[in-house]
């Protein structure tokens, strides 16, 4: 029988639309104010045990509960609605170093239950003022977006599937002892707080127990966190979660956390917590704040329109939380903002896509497909010098970067994981989103544990039927991607579309407004997180059913748009000039005025090569004309005219252009072999 949430769901959204809610204060200071031994911490039940349990503050819900239940009854007599449990390390990891990894279900259930007691007492005595329990799970001291090792940077000491099943672990028990809210706090590492988020979504969906869960993040005086994530880089990073709350915490004191508190309620879609330490540490194991000062500060926030819960951490006691209830008493909660979501991703920083945003470069040489440089520098394993190519593209413009390794001769999953966390590494990198592309599922799963911001998936479609894209979306979905969504379709999925990639406007369309369909209906998915690739084939085949390619692609990105604002489009540009590879001129050329185009109908982004992209206004006008006359199929002899143009051209490619476009005298079947190629 699966545990019931108690007074969740609707009585806290009614309370936090009335007023603001106070979380309690510091755990770890009113413990070491009791003083307690060594003895008191191992107590009867681990007298014999053969670590050292000092400052071991989690083990106390075993051996000492009237502390910690005396605890969580002072706070709630300070005015605090909320209580945490005693449980901020008490997951695998963490509790390792004390040799009580195997009693970790019994610390988190047992913690859940001594707060549930002392929460539920108060509610008794208080009942127009029901308390609350949130179950404090901690970060670890393990890190995945930052390598540990300076002889190898990549290197992790946990993957993303351990952190996942150490966070699943002490979730489960949480709910099972009774608690009414999932806090996973202090996070310094996003992609950790992202493995813990997976953890939860994966615990309450095999429990059917969905609990609220309030999300919070540290900020250092670096005002970024400390894998270098800004606080909107942050947020956007953890939006896919449907939070109770997004806030920060711990570090710093409530000076410091003034501008990014401020950038957080002003972008965040959910409402926005502030519990911060009793100012600086001092050095000595105390703080350098003043309760007062703390709380007129608090309050100032939530007059300022910031809050909608706050407390206290490090260093706060009773006394300080009463401060700060008294300063917050009467001030009306923040309104979350409404109106229609942008379209916005991050890696360190984060990329905002609004109506008037420029077109967005991706940038191709990162796939292995895209650079041959690239492609020869991960077979022969120099993932330091592939940095560079990725570096290159970044300063050369690219707003986010494509990283592909489908190569035979690749392991891919190992060179994914091997090259991102390296990525992670370099800040002038990291700070672009990811697009992770492939063709193989495993190899995006492998991609998605490696990124802390929020990254996009390249991509998934309707080819295997409808069932396969639902699972893929609802992981694409709970890792907290953004998707490319191919139009490509299985026969009979929809009724009067043939199977395949789509290659008319009309069937174009068809697939993504049913795929846009299961994505928002059935997966839960923002359609600012959906992106559509319509399919860029070539054209200037010779083949004649080719010829109206580039024309019915950006009619069905302008049909999607005018259909879907929300949603964003993308492609993959260099494919349209395929059939002119090793004439740059002439590629170039049917690159910009392809983009000029697709822009113009609608086109949000597209995977290009960043810094080589011409001017559409500097074309020459006689080849700007034969490479329109191609791309729009304006007449029958297009193709035969521009190549012949393009033999006259000079280009790096020039002495190698007649054998690159020799294939276009063999047969028909010859011909569409190399331009499906």
């Known amino acids: 029988m699966n545990p019931e949430p108690r007074g969740t769901g609707s009585l806290l959204e009614e309370i936090l639309s009335e007023r603001i809610m106070v979380l309690d204060g510091a755990m770890g200071s009113m413990i070491y104010a009791h003083e307690p031994t060594e003895a008191d911490y191992r107590g009867a039940r681990f007298a014999s045990h053969p670590f050292d349990l000092k400052n071991c503050t989690e083990v106390l819900v075993l051996t000492q509960p009237r502390m910690i239940g005396d605890i969580h009854r002072t706070y709630l007599e300070a005015g605090a609605d909320i209580v945490e449990t005693d449980s901020f390390n008490s997951n695998r990891l963490s509790m390792a170093e004390f040799g009580l990894e195997d009693?970790?279900?019994?610390?988190?259930?047992?913690?859940a239950e001594i707060a549930r007691r002392a929460a539920d007492a108060m509610t008794r005595h208080t009942p127009r003022k029901p308390r609350f329990v949130a179950g404090s799970i901690g970060p670890t001291k393990k890190q995945l977006s930052m390598?540990?090792?300076v002889e190898d940077p990549a290197r992790r000491d946990v993957t993303f599937d351990q952190m996942v099943a150490n966070y699943a672990e002490q979730v489960r028990a949480l709910i099972a002892g009774g608690v009414d809210i999932l806090l996973p706090e202090t996070s310094f590492d996003t992609l950790v707080m992202k493995a813990c988020l997976f953890a939860i979504d994966q615990v309450c969906e095999e429990t059917g127990a969905r609990l609220p869960v309030m999300i919070s993040g540290t900020i250092f005086d670096t005002g970024r966190t400390l894998s270098a994530q800004t606080v909107e880089a942050f947020y956007h990073s953890i939006s896919h979660v449907d939070a109770l709350s997004v806030g920060l915490n711990c570090a710093i004191g409530v000076d410091l956390m003034r501008g990014p508190l401020e950038s957080l309620a002003q972008i965040a879609r959910t409402r926005v917590s502030c519990y911060p330490n009793a100012g600086m540490p001092d050095g000595f194991g105390g703080f350098l704040g003043d309760r007062d000062h703390t709380a007129t500060t608090l309050g100032e926030f939530a007059r300022n329109g910031w809050l909608n819960i706050v407390g206290g951490c490090c260093g706060t006691t009773p006394d300080w939380i009463t401060a700060i209830a008294r300063a917050v008493d009467g001030v009306a909660p923040r309104k979350?903002?409404?109106?229609?979501?942008?379209?916005?991703?991050?890696?360190t920083e984060p990329l905002v896509i609004r109506p008037e945003s420029n077109f967005?470069?991706?940038?191709?040489?990162?796939?292995i497909t895209g650079s041959r440089r690239f492609a020869r520098l991960i077979r022969e394993g120099n993932f330091e010098e592939a940095l560079n190519v990725a570096r290159e593209q970044v300063e050369a413009g690219a707003n986010i970067i494509d990283v592909n390794m489908d190569e035979g001769m690749i392991d891919g999953v190992q060179a994914m994981t091997r090259f991102l966390n390296l990525v992670s590494t370099e800040h002038e990198i990291a700070?672009?989103?990811i697009m992770v592309d492939s063709s193989k599922w495993q190899v995006i799963e492998a991609g998605l544990k490696c990124i802390q911001g929020k990254g996009i998936v390249n991509s998934i479609s309707l080819k295997e039927g409808e069932e396969a894209f639902l699972r893929q979306a609802k992981l694409v979905k709970r890792y907290g991607a953004a998707v490319v969504v191919m139009a490509f379709v299985k026969g009979g999925v929809i009724p009067g579309i043939p199977e395949g990639q789509a290659v008319t406007r009309e069937h174009k369309v068809a697939i993504c407004k049913h795929a846009y369909k299961l994505l928002t209906e059935e997966v839960g998915f923002d359609p600012s997180d959906i992106i559509f690739d319509t399919n860029i084939l070539t054209v200037g085949t010779g083949i004649e059913e080719h010829n109206n390619y580039a024309v019915e692609?950006?009619?069905?990105?302008?049909?999607?748009k005018q259909t879907f604002s929300l949603a964003k489009t993308s492609g993959g540009v260099s494919n349209v000039s395929f059939s002119y590879r090793g004439n740059d001129v002439v590629r170039e050329a049917m690159n910009a005025a392809f983009?000029?185009?697709?822009?113009?109908?609608?086109?949000?982004?597209g995977i290009v090569n960043a810094?080589?992209?011409e001017v559409y206004e500097e074309i020459p006008r006689d080849l700007l004309e034969r490479v329109e006359n191609v791309l729009l199929n304006r007449r029958p002899d297009a193709a035969d005219r521009l190549t012949e143009f393009a033999e006259t051209v000079k280009s790096k490619g020039k002495k190698d252009a007649g054998k690159d476009l020799a294939w276009r005298e063999g047969p028909v079947e010859d011909r569409l072999k190399h331009a499906l190629i």
Not at 360 to 367: A, K, L, P
Not at 553 to 560: G, K, N, P, Q, Y
Not at 595 to 605: R, V
Request: contains cysteine.
């Open 103 to 111: 009693h970790v279900f019994e610390l988190n259930r047992a913690a």
């Open 147 to 149: 390598g540990v090792h």
């Open 336 to 347: 979350p903002p409404e109106g229609p979501s942008y379209s916005c991703f991050s890696g």
């Open 360 to 367: 967005i470069m991706i940038g191709e040489r990162t796939n």
């Open 431 to 433: 700070k672009v989103p």
């Open 553 to 560: 692609f950006i009619e069905a990105v302008r049909d999607l």
């Open 595 to 605: 983009l000029y185009h697709a822009i113009d109908a609608g086109l949000d982004m």
């Open 611 to 613: 810094g080589q992209l």
